[in-house]
Every structure is written in structure tokens, then in C-alpha cells.
């Protein structure tokens, strides 16, 4: 209810702090100069009033106030002084200064007392005060408003709101004289049945019930808006409840639940019922009503009311749907109250009951929040057993074995004995405990020789060993299971497990004899494992410098597990066919590795290497992807000259021009050898004629030619001479160029193509002859000659 109240004085400051209209002047003072000054100020907080535009609102509000403040400066006596220090105060107010307005109101108070301009100003403080919780400076102030009061229903605002200050006060004394005065306020209004409610809360809080329940009976039968009469009503059935009087409860009930108007109480109201109902076992009533509405209470009161529903849902057999309800009671409710610590077990036995696959995380959740403070509650011990034994049913016997150890191990009959020590043995291994786990699985091993479950014992007791630095001695419980008459499974687990052990100390050639045996001794192994074992045989023949060896099985591996192994094996690929000299595989697992973008994983040497490989045997794309792979165009002086020498040479021969110019400008950078510093001279010529850029082109091969190059290059040089020529339009020069190469080189590659680019400058020409004559030529000589594509 004071929440309601509280809402109430934000809702009602606005209609009652009303600015009030202008007042006619007196004529008599209508021609003076106080009164005009008075006008100027009133005109503009007028303006302000009735402005839409924000900015210009607020600016007329201050210049209302300065002007305001000015006169009361110059007239302070004036007969208008009062009602301009409201508009003063207002004008503040309105402008956001609510310590000056303040300032002003309380002047008024202080100044002049009574009237309609102190009342307003003292409910314009006191609706401040309240709106702040500050209770007790708004209750003499609403008081104040209303003794002083210009309107009928004005009186009864102000004595409500002092009674509601003084209630929360505390000062029940004060506010029942506060509410009374609304009630016999024949113009009360609205606020004549909320103080008859005041008053019923009142009562309660002294336990006066009787007289409380009669307070709030009245303002039920009375023609009230629903909201009121509603609070009325679920106050007076908690009364009637308190009482004895189920039914009377139960009768105000059902009207909330059914009027329209007071669904603000319905939650509460539902709550209730579905108390009263449960406590006469009416469990399907229970649910019908919880079902009628889905309006939600808050905090405990939510918590109460789903609890009702979740333990009716039980006594139904409904565990899924008492689940939820007892999982939702957790989030509302502090977990340190039996509230809480009851929803919590019944929501375990409800996932017990429907066997939840989640019952073991849930029970651990539970213990976190209740074991320490509740070691020996029976609902503790029943929640360990909740999860012991669905761990059990589950074959999850580590878990399982930790929880039937906490439940009370002083208990555990010799018939269960050694099913708990080989559980025992297992969740200390898997919890890291291997010295335990050791110690568990050894006693068990020792006392229950014929068990059925000793084979596994010895593997859970191997992999103890192994964790706890222990490895000769797993090794030979490893040993023990590889015998004839294991079992497949613990047999193949021996192998894979002591392989593995093997490898992590480093002792390959064991590692790769055991990895051998899983595959030869477990004929039906997953893919994933063959994989594994292929992988580190391969791997270790490797490290053996048996490399040529290793290629079958990491190619196994990768095969069967591609996204496994796929870099794994390929980085270990690259280094056999390295090893191996083997160019052609090499290239091929390089771009492997490009395309599962892990080529920065192989060493730039093997991949250097592959491409010089790639580009004499003409695979010039290849070269090309490589080289640029091991190149560094930030830092080009970190990067090998041959790296840029062949880069530009393979970027030339795949069209890539640009790219070749790139390159060979950073090889010339570094490049002193004047015979290598021409053939580089040439393809910057090559690449600037493939981009058209023909001046630049012949200032390459002009520099080339100063350093007197020999042979190809020089050869190189004389076909983009001619190219240039020809490019310029002079076609005989050109071929004098290219008849060089014809007639002084017989390389199956440049001649081919000088004889190819000598026809062309022939016809350039017109000399039919001459065409003629070397094609005959180019035909008889490279008869399988292709000319490059343009």
C-alpha cells in the first residue's frame, strides 16, 4: 500500500500544484507603475505557460522570474508582493532552480501565512519533501495546505497525504487524526476510501483484526473505484484467513480473481487461495487456480505462490511440471532460506523421479549451497543418494563412486565393499588423485582377485601410474593386458595407452613398435585411432631418419582424418619429400598447405627450394606462388637475390607483369654482378613493354647492353630490342634484331620464338618471300612449336 500512496502524490502534484489562472487587477492600481511591472512578469510566465517549444518555454520562465525578482526588489510591499513571489517560486521551479524556488515558497510561508497563495506554495514544498521520502517536513506542510485550503476537495488531499507521511513515519498515532479527518470530510472524494484502508492497515499493525476487517468490508461494499476496493479485499481475506474464516477468505478472494479493475492484487490473491486449497489437499483446485491467470506476484510472495502449485503438481505425479516451478523458486528466493533449500530438494527429487540426465550436476549445485551448513540434515544425505544412484544407473562409476563414499563409507556392507573401492579407485584417478587412485585400485586388485572387473581395475591402475610419474610400472599393467584372454577392448586400450606413454618420454622406437601392435592386435579400431597411430609412426620414422618409410602411414593418417591431421601430416610430409629430394610431392604438399592455410609452418627453405624446382621444370604458376611465399617485399634486402631473380622470371612467364616488375626491381637493389645485374636489366625491360610502358622499357635494355651481356641474355636483350623497334613502327630494324638471335642461337626455346617474332617483322613489311622462308623454317626445325599466347 505505500508503494500505491507514493505513486499517488506524483499523480495528483501535477492536477493539484495547477499554476492558477490570472487574477483581475485592482483598478485602483491598474495605472501604476508597481502594477505594470507586475503585468510584465505575469504576461510572461503566461507565455511560458502556454508554450509548446521546450527552449523557448524554459527562456520565458527565467525571464519571468528575473523580472519577477526585480519587482519585489523595487515594490516589496506592494499589494501583488505575495502572488509574485508564487510566480517567483514558480517561474524557479519551472526553470529547473529548485533550490530558489524553494527559497521563494518558504518566504511566502514565512511572510504572509494564510491564503491560497501560502496553501499552494506550502503543497508545492510538501509534494517536494515527499516525492524525496523526506516524510517528515512534508507532513506539517500538507497540513498546512489543507487548514488553508481555497477548494472543497483540497482539504482532504492535504489531510491524506499528512496522514500517509505520518504512516510511514511510523506515527500512527498522528496519522489515524489525519485519516479521520478525510473520512469526515463530506467532500473526501477518492481519498475518503483510500484513508478507510489506511486506517485497516493501521489497525492490523496494532492487531486489532477485527476492527481491521470491518475497515476494509466497508470500502468492499461500497460503489469505489476496483483498484481500492481489490487492496480492501485481499487485505480482508488475509484477515478472514487469520481468523479462521476459510470461506469469508476464500469468498474476497474469488472476487478479486474475477473483477475486472483489480488485477494489480490478483497475483496475491491467487497465492492465497492456492494456500488455503492445499492445506485441505484439493490439489487439482490447487492447480485450476494457479492455471486461471498468469499474473505474477513478486519476491517471496512469487516464490509462495509457485511453491503451492510445484507441491501440488507432486501429489499429482506431475514431477515435470513441479520441476519448473521449484527451479523458478530458486532464482526469486535467497538461498540461504528453508524456502529456497526446500524447492531446491524437491526439484532433485523431481529430476530423480523422471530419471534427468543432469540429476548428478544438479545434486552438486545443491551440496555447494547446503552441504557446510547442513552436514547432517536427512535431505542432504537423501540428494547424495539421489546422485549416487542415477550416477550408478548411468555407468558414470567414478562420479558414482565419490557420492557413495560421502554418503557415510562406516555403513557400506561387505557385499558392496569391493564395488566401492573400484569406484573409489576411478574418481580419485579421474579427479587427478593418482596416489589414491593407486592405493584403491591396488587394495582392490589384492583382495578380489576373480572379480569380473579386474582386467579394467589393472588399466584404471596403469593410467594411475602414468599420471603419477610412475612409468615402468605402467608399463607393466599395460604388459599384463596385452596377453592372450584380455578382452579385446582393454587389450587394444593397453596398446594405445603405453604407446602414448612412450611418446611422451620420448622413447620413439618403443612408441612405434606399440603403435605397430595396436594396429596389428586391433583389427576393429576407429578410424580416429588408426589415424593417431599412423600419424606417430610416421612421425617417428621421421625422427628415426627413416623418412622414406614414413610416407605411407602419414598419408594413411591424413586420408582418414583429414581436419586431424590434414597440417599435421603435411608438415610432416614436407619434410620427408625434402629429405627425399622429391620436388615434384614437394610442391604438391606446399600448395596443400596454402589452401589449409598452414604454409607458415613450413620451414622457408624447403619451400625456396620447391620453387627454383618448380620453375625448371617449368611449372611457372607453382614457382611463382612459392617464391612469393618465402619473399619479403617490406624488408626485400631479407630476402635471398634468387628468391627475387626467379620470382620475376616465373611472374613474367605467367603474364603477371606488375608482380615480375616488383620483383626484380628489389633483385637489382641488391645485385652487384654485372651478368646478373643485365639479365635482371632484361626482365625490367620485359616487364615494362608487357605494361606498355615503352620509354621505360628501352632505358632497361639500354643499361644492359652499357654492361656488354653474353649469351641468352644477351639474346633476351636483342628480342625486346626488336620488340621495341617494332612497337615504334620500324619493322626492318626490328628484324635485323631478331635475325641475331636466329642465326646465332640455337636454343629450342628463344630461336623458336625469333624466328616466330622474324615473321612477324617481315610481314610488317610486306615481304612475302621472306615470311615464307621462315616459316618454312620455324616448321621444319620446331615442328611442335606453340607460340606464346598474347
Not at 116 to 125: C, G, K
Request: proline content about 5%; hydrophobic content about 45%; some cysteine.
Amino acid at each position: 500500500m505505500k508503494r500505491a500512496l507514493a505513486f499517488l502524490i506524483f499523480a495528483s502534484c501535477s492536477a493539484t500544484a495547477q499554476i492558477p489562472k490570472a487574477q483581475a487587477v485592482d483598478p485602483q492600481l491598474a495605472s501604476d507603475a508597481a502594477t505594470d511591472f507586475f503585468l510584465r512578469g505575469k504576461n510572461l510566465y503566461d507565455s511560458a505557460q502556454t508554450s509548446t517549444v521546450q527552449a523557448t518555454r524554459l527562456e520565458a520562465f527565467q525571464r519571468a522570474a528575473q523580472i519577477f525578482s526585480d519587482y519585489l526588489t523595487e515594490f516589496p510591499e506592494h499589494p501583488n508582493a505575495e502572488v509574485a513571489w508564487w510566480y517567483l517560486g514558480n517561474s524557479y521551479y519551472q526553470s529547473g532552480q529548485i533550490d530558489e524556488a524553494k527559497r521563494c515558497f518558504s518566504t511566502l510561508l514565512n511572510r504572509y501565512g494564510k491564503g491560497v497563495w501560502a496553501a499552494r506554495a506550502a503543497y508545492t514544498l510538501a509534494a517536494d519533501y515527499y516525492n524525496n521520502r523526506e516524510y517528515a517536513f512534508a507532513a506539517p506542510l500538507f497540513e498546512r495546505y489543507a487548514v488553508n485550503a481555497s477548494k472543497p476537495d483540497e482539504q482532504p488531499r492535504g489531510f491524506f497525504y499528512a496522514g500517509n507521511c505520518y504512516r510511514f513515519l511510523n506515527r500512527d498515532r498522528e496519522a489515524v487524526g489525519a485519516f479521520k479527518k478525510v473520512i469526515e470530510d463530506p467532500n473526501g472524494g477518492l481519498f475518503t476510501p483510500m484513508a478507510k484502508v489506511a486506517l485497516g492497515h493501521l489497525n492490523f499493525k496494532a492487531g486489532k483484526f477485527k476492527e481491521a476487517l470491518a475497515q476494509f468490508e466497508e470500502v468492499i461494499a461500497a460503489p469505489y473505484v476496483p483498484k481500492i476496493r481489490g487492496e480492501a479485499a485481499l487485505n480482508a481475506s488475509l484477515i478472514a484467513t487469520k481468523l479462521d474464516q476459510t470461506d469469508l477468505a476464500e469468498k474476497y478472494l474469488q472476487l478479486i480473481l474475477t473483477t475486472p479493475g483489480m488485477e494489480d492484487f490478483q497475483a496475491d490473491a491467487q497465492t492465497a487461495l492456492m494456500g488455503n486449497l492445499l492445506a485441505r489437499k484439493q490439489y487439482r483446485e490447487v492447480v485450476d487456480v494457479f492455471r486461471r491467470s498468469s499474473t505474477k506476484a513478486a519476491g517471496d510472495k512469487e516464490a509462495t505462490r509457485l511453491m503451492f502449485a510445484g507441491r501440488a503438481y507432486m501429489a499429482l505425479k506431475l514431477p515435470s511440471e513441479a520441476l519448473q516451478l521449484f527451479r523458478e523458486i530458486e532464482k526469486i528466493v535467497n538461498p540461504e532460506l528453508d524456502l529456497a533449500f526446500t524447492a531446491s530438494f524437491y526439484r532433485l527429487q523431481c529430476f530423480y523421479q523422471i530419471e534427468g540426465r543432469h540429476l548428478p550436476d544438479q545434486v552438486d549445485a545443491f551440496l555447494q549451497l547446503y552441504q557446510t551448513a547442513r552436514p547432517s540434515d536427512p535431505l542432504v544425505h537423501t540428494a547424495l543418494l539421489f546422485k549416487a544412484e542415477s550416477l550408478y544407473a548411468a555407468n558414470d562409476v567414478a562420479n558414482a563412486a565419490k557420492a557413495y563414499s560421502e554418503i557415510n563409507a562406516a555403513l557400506v556392507s561387505d557385499e558392496i565393499r569391493p564395488g566401492l573401492l573400484y569406484k573409489r579407485g576411478w574418481c580419485l584417478a579421474e579427479a587427478g588423485d593418482a596416489q589414491g587412485a593407486v592405493r584403491s585400485l591396488s587394495e582392490f586388485i589384492s583382495k578380489y582377485p576373480k572379480d569380473s572387473r579386474i582386467s579394467s581395475a589393472i588399466a584404471k591402475r596403469a593410467s594411475a601410474f602414468a599420471q603419477s610419474a610412475e612409468p615402468e610400472k605402467a608399463i607393466a599393467d599395460f604388459d599384463r593386458l596385452t596377453v592372450a584372454g584380455t578382452p579385446a577392448e582393454l587389450s587394444s586400450f593397453a596398446w594405445l595407452e603405453s604407446a602414448r606413454l612412450r611418446r611422451s618420454e620420448s622413447k620413439i622406437p618403443d612408441m612405434i613398435v606399440r603403435y605397430q601392435g595396436l594396429l596389428k592386435n586391433a583389427p576393429d579400431l576407429s578410424d580416429k585411432l588408426v589415424a593417431e597411430a599412423n600419424y606417430w609412426i610416421g612421425w617417428g620414422l621421421i625422427k628415426s631418419n627413416t623418412a622414406k618409410e614414413a610416407v605411407i602411414y602419414l598419408e594413411k593418417a591424413r586420408s582418414l582424418r583429414p581436419d586431424e591431421y590434414g597440417k599435421h601430416a603435411g608438415l610432416a610430409l614436407a619434410i620427408a619429400h625434402f629429405a627425399a629430394q622429391d620436388p615434384v610431392k614437394l610442391a604438391a604438399e606446399i600448395k596443400l598447405a596454402i589452401l589449409g592455410k598452414y604454409e607458415d609452418d613450413i620451414p622457408d627453405k624447403y619451400i625456396q627450394w620447391s620453387g627454383l624446382q618448380s620453375y625448371n621444370a617449368k611449372d611457372f604458376s607453382s614457382a611463382a606462388e612459392s617464391l612469393a611465399r618465402v619473399s619479403n617485399p617490406a624488408e626485400p634486402r631479407e630476402t635471398p637475390k634468387d628468391v627475387w631473380r626467379y620470382l620475376a622470371k616465373a611472374r613474367l612467364e605467367i603474364g603477371d607483369a606488375a608482380g615480375a616488375l616488383t620483383a626484380v626491381d628489389h633483385f637489382l637493389e641488391v645485385e652487384d654482378n654485372s651478368t646478373w645485374k643485365a639479365d635482371g636489366l632484361l626482365d625490367r625491360g620485359r616487364a615494362l613493354f608487357a605494361l606498355k610502358r615503352f620509354p621505360e622499357a628501352r632505358k632497361a635494355a639500354d643499361e644492359a647492353l652499357v654492361l656488354r651481356p653474353q649469351g641468352f641474355t644477351s639474346a633476351g636483350l636483342n628480342l625486346l630490342d626488336g620488340d621495341l623497334n617494332l612497337e615504334a613502327g620500324d619493322p626492318k630494324v626490328a628484324a635485323g634484331k631478331y635475325l641475331i638471335v636466329v642465326s646465332f642461337i640455337n636454343d629450342k626455346e628463344l630461336k623458336p620464338l625469333a624466328l616466330f617474332k622474324l615473321i612477324g617483322a617481315f610481314e610488317k613489311q610486306g615481304d612475302t618471300a621472306e615470311v615464307e622462308k621462315y616459316r618454312r623454317q620455324l616448321n621444319a626445325e620446331f615442328p611442335d612449336w606453340k607460340p606464346p599466347v598474347p
